[in-house]
């Protein structure tokens, strides 16, 4: 039975690894990490889990005794952000490349310099292609419920490979929304024991990893990376389904909001599609047929069944958290604009890069991205598909 509360992000994904209950955490509880760890080391603290908490002197420290942990065969988790994930950069290659199914909490917020600790996705967009799996939350029942499904997903045979759940800094991590938690007992059946089939302490089959690994067999080794990616996404679906059975709560790849008989859309990560689907029901009072795609799972990127999804649309802005500064647009705009042509979808496409460094994104200003798109339609002119939106004047 669901249990009403009332939590922030940090305290409803905190509360997801009590759940949880892992053999490990390790992280560096102090800025630029998040509250996560500090609510987790009262659970600690009071005897609520039997993990083993490691307070390490650094990020990067925090992902390798993570790594050490699961190697070892415990259940290993962790949480941080900004430039804490910047400083974990190698030991988070190293963790995929071992196919070891870590756990990281990831509250995005803006990686420095210049100094910024407020929200936008620079920090996961800097990882997006390390090999971890990656899934974002519009709010906090979302971060919680990812969490939840996050160790069935990572630990799958087909798998094996660490997940990162993204939250927005700020935004969902320190506001306070309500919630349904679901009982310990549910999460502990749902979850279930980690066994893993090769490790460390297991004396009856000795093993080394991490060893040398040349030319001989890395190029084969990180094929099977690529290809237990490709497998997540069925994986992710699978247990996304059972988990709709067990609490009526419906994830997919992407979420669709008045997308079936749309004619402009933004795609968007996270809690900016709250404020979106706000602006999508005003603007269908108004008789204007606007939709929404929201990106759950970004690694793996749901190529085709977004193409699909988009493919009867007249005009598309993907909004992107975080500059790529590469003169062509953001991570996702790329992403997606490749999955179309792919698939050989042509629909005009622009780009927004917005919110950098915690600005606010206002439904005025996406109202602004619909006018815009109506325009698009109007003209069948797109002339610069790389914009910003919400940048002061003058600076365009």
């Known amino acids: 039975m669901s249990i009403r509360e009332r939590l922030s992000g940090n305290e409803a994904v905190a509360t997801a690894m ?87 909490s990831l509250v995005n917020r803006a990686v420095s310099g210049p100094l910024n600790i407020h929200n936008d996705h620079s920090d996961a967009m800097g990882v997006r292609d390390s090999g971890w799996i990656m899934l974002f939350s519009e709010n906090n029942q979302e971060a919680y419920d990812n969490t939840l499904m996050a160790h069935r997903i990572a630990e799958h045979k087909d798998v094996l490979l660490p997940l990162m759940v993204c939250q927005d800094g700020f935004i969902t991590s320190h506001s306070i929304e309500n919630i349904e938690l ?53 994986v992710i679906l699978e247990v996304s389904k059972e988990f709709e059975k067990l609490t009526g709560r419906k994830y997919g790849l992407f979420e669709e909001y008045k997308l079936d008989d749309a004619e402009i859309a ?92 915690g600005r606010d994104t206002t439904s005025t200003q996406l109202e602004s991205v619909f006018s815009d798109l109506s325009e698009i339609v109007k003209t069948g002119k797109i002339d610069n598909p790389y914009r910003y939106l919400g940048l002061k004047k003058g600076d365009e």
């Open 266 to 357: 933004i795609v968007c990560m996270n809690s900016t599609a709250g404020t979106t689907k706000f602006v999508v029901d005003n603007l269908r009072a108004n008789g204007i047929k606007a939709g929404l795609l929201k990106v759950r799972v970004f690694r793996p990127f749901p190529s085709e069944e977004i193409a699909k999804a988009l493919s009867h649309l007249k005009a598309v802005a993907v909004l992107d958290k975080a500059d790529s500064l590469n003169a062509i647009g953001g991570a996702l705009f790329s992403d997606i604009t490749s999955s179309m042509h792919t698939a050989g979808v042509h629909v005009p496409t622009v780009n927004y890069v917005y919110g950098i460094g």
């Open 18 to 104: 009590k759940q949880i209950n892992p053999d490990v955490v390790a992280a560096f509880p102090i800025t630029p990490s998040t509250e996560i760890p500090q609510y987790f080391s009262t659970f600690v603290a009071n005897g609520s889990v039997d993990t083993e908490f490691v307070p390490v002197e650094s990020e990067h420290s925090a992902m390798s005794a993570c790594i050490g942990a699961q190697a070892a065969g415990a259940r290993a988790m962790t949480a941080t952000s900004a430039n804490g994930l910047s400083l974990m950069w190698e030991m988070i290659y190293i963790a995929s490349s071992l196919r070891l199914p870590i756990v990281l």
């Open 182 to 234: 679901e009982d310990d007992e549910f999460v502990k059946n749902f979850v279930g024991t980690y066994k893993p089939e090769h490790y460390l302490l297991n004396d009856k089959e000795p093993i080394a990893v991490g060893p040398l690994d040349l030319q001989a067999y890395l190029f084969e080794h990180k094929a099977q990376q690529a290809q237990a990616m490709r497998n997540a996404k069925n």
